[in-house]
């Protein structure tokens, strides 16, 4: 299971930080992500990172995104700042993840909503 949490309100220009944490019987992750879903779009890649840490962005958050992991929590972070209004959208949080004795699969958490507003 993947939680995600630190969705909220925030001004334009402002910052917020995301997190998502893998629970239950993991065995090992690769690649950690996030997605988002804006009203009335299509879900969208916000940017990846692998276990080693290599990472990658949409070309919309490159600059004011950072993905981040820490593999001993099996805890995807993203750090948001200089936020605009079209980064408003429902965050979703991805893990591909291999359960202890099960084949690899991806994992999905529940949206937490960012809204960018003033």
């Known amino acids: 299971q993947l939680q995600a949490s630190g969705g909220g309100l925030v001004q334009p220009g402002g910052s917020l930080s995301l997190s998502c944490a893998a629970s239950?019987?993991?065995?090992?992750?690769?690649?950690m992500g996030w997605y988002r879903q804006a009203p009335g779009k299509q879900r969208e890649l916000v940017a990846t990172?692998?276990?080693?840490?290599?990472?990658n962005y949409a070309d919309s958050v490159k600059g004011r995104f950072t993905i981040s992991r820490d593999n001993a929590k099996n805890t995807v972070y993203l750090a948001m700042s200089s936020l605009k209004p079209e980064d408003t959208a429902d965050y979703y949080c991805t893990a591909h993840a291999r359960p202890y004795g099960r084949a690899w699969r991806d994992y999905w958490g529940q949206g937490t909503l960012v809204t960018v507003s003033s």
């Open positions: 239950g019987s993991i065995a090992s992750i690769a690649d």
């Open positions: 990172i692998t276990s080693g840490g290599s990472t």
